[in-house]
Structure formats: structure tokens, C-alpha cells
């Protein structure tokens, strides 16, 4: 009889291996675990008791996901962890959709490491040294951001902003919790679109004065003002109702000496038939930094989907900033609110 460890697998392609006796012990035999039964019905005790022996060690390679010991995982868990379910504190926005606790995990892994990217993409944006395991510390012109994991669940990402010194007169707590909640709840959750997370750096990277008006209509579409015609939501990425400026997917927000970002309008307050859907509308918006002007991205009427509200929009931006002279201040918000306020598209 061959010996165990010269044979070889059946099926494997003649690779020699240990059989399962070798690796964890004498197999007993099915009728009695510490006697072996010959054909003829005689009983034999000569054969030794069998020594169990622990597995050996794997050889792992040397990386840094490598991990030494394995982890057993019951039925029930693995069942846990590929079950939908709502993330656990969260409530509502796209932070809320259903998927299961490995997705949600695998899928923060994959934007904390793009945001490694982003930052050492953007000029804006410079990374800061820690000591903190598992932590991202960037800083723009004016904050400090510090990103980690939700260290008991493992499944969010969060953002911390801090005023620089010089800058925490120019930042009031509430900005910064709106900031910080839009990055959760907006921006680092299912789907997990990258280039989502890349507008919302450019964003982050802007000069003071443009952020801030950023920040008011982030706060319009977390806290909605109903008293308004439309409610307003930031397209971190292109969507394909949008006139055809760039292909959609790609960030839709861009920062140089013009600042070109989209929002979708919907509008609320009026009384629809059952199982219709409120009109939504997707504004291309341009603000001139040095002239401080903020006005629809001047698109190719003939080539949007509907050129007679782009030109009523057009219009009405126009007319805004004929009659409302220029403060120093930035215009983007007004505009942006303007626009929630008062449009009326043609029928």
C-alpha cells in the first residue's frame, strides 16, 4: 500500500500532496473510532491511538492585507454580511440605500483610497502627516479635514473639519456640520461614484467666498425650504439630461478662473395627478470669479434637450444681474436662489 504522503490527489494534474491523515491526524475508522474491523469479524487493538496535530502555518505573502490568522465565520454572519440592509445610524438620502454591511465596507475602502488620489491631484488640496492608523489629514487654504472610518461599524466614512487659525472667525459651526454631513450622506455612499468624490474636493479646494455660497445651497437640499418653487440637489457628476457640455459621469464641478457646476431644480407646491413626477430640470450654472458674475452656462440651444427653458432661465439670470448691483459679495448662492424663488418655465 502506498504511503499517504506519496500519493496524489485524484483529478489533480500528478501534483503529489499529504493526504487529510497526514495534515490532521489518524482518520478513525466509521464503526469504531479506536478499533479497526478486519473482513473476517475479528477485532485488532494494536493499531496506536491517533496523535491530532494543528494545522501548519500558512505561508502568506508579504502584504500588508495579509492576515496571520484566519477568521471563522458562522452561517448566520457570512448571511449577515451579503444581506441588504440600511446602514446602522443613518437615515435617509442616498447614504440609506439598501445594500449589505461587505459592500458598503469594500465600497468606503475604495473612495477612502481615491480621495489619496484626489488629494495629490488637486493643487488645492495638500496631505498632512499622521500618526493615526487608517486616517486621511489634508488642508485647504483655510481647513484643516481629517477622514476616517466609523471605527464601530466599519461601513461609513466621516469628515472633521477644523478652521485653520487664522481663518476661524471666517467659519461658523453650522457650516462646517453642513459640509461634513453632505460628505456622508452625498458623496462617500452607494453607488460610491469616484468622480462624485473628485467634484466634492474641487469644491473644498475653492476660495472661501465661493465655498461658503456652496455651503448655503448644500444646506437648501439637506434642509429643504418649502416656502420655495423649487427644491434644489447638487450633480456631483454629469447626468445625462444635462446639455451636452461633457460626457455625463465625469465631475461635474470645475474650478479656474471660472467656477462651472450643475444643480437639478424640481418643482414642488403644485398638485399632481396620482403617479406622476414633479418636473426636474438640470442647470448648467457659470460664475466669473473676477467679474463676479454668475449666469447659465452658455450652451448650444439648438443641441439641449429643451432650448425653450434654457432660454427662459438664460433670461432670467440675465435680468437678475442687470437689477441687482454687485455687493463684493458672491453671487452664486443669490443666483442659485433666485432661481428656486421665482422661475417659471413656459409651457
Known sequence: MPSPSARTWAGSPSIPGPSPATRHGMVHSPGNPAMMHSPGGATTSTIQQPIMTSPPFRILPQRSWAASIPTLLSHEALHNLFTPSPPPFVSGGPSAYMCCPMERFLGSVFMKRHLHRVIQTDDSLQLMTTNEPGVIQFQTDSL?????????TLQTLH??????????????????????????????????????????????????AILKD?????????????????????CLTIPP?????????????????????????????????VQTEPQTIVVPIIHDIQSNNTQQADVTLRNTPTPQVATAISNMLRRWSEMNAHTGECTIYAAVRELMANLVLPH
Do not use: H
Request: proline share 11%; with cysteine; net charge positive.
Open 144 to 152: 484643516q479635514c481629517r477622514v476616517n472610518f466609523n471605527p464601530n
Open 214 to 234: 456652496c455651503v448655503q445651497i448644500m444646506r437648501l437640499e439637506l434642509f429643504q425650504d418649502m416656502s420655495l418653487k423649487w427644491t434644489v440637489q447638487w
Open 241 to 273: 439630461s444635462a446639455p451636452p457640455i461633457a460626457p455625463p459621469g465625469t465631475p461635474a464641478v470645475v474650478i479656474k478662473n471660472k467656477v462651472l457646476f450643475f444643480i437639478q431644480l424640481t418643482r414642488i407646491g403644485v398638485n399632481l395627478p
Open 159 to 208: 469628515l472633521k473639519l477644523t478652521p485653520k487659525p487664522e481663518t476661524k472667525d471666517n467659519w461658523t459651526q453650522e457650516e462646517l456640520q453642513i459640509l461634513e454631513k453632505f460628505f456622508e450622506t452625498k458623496v462617500v455612499c452607494p453607488p460610491f461614484k469616484a468622480n462624485a468624490l473628485t467634484a466634492f474636493g474641487r469644491l473644498l479646494g475653492a476660495p472661501r
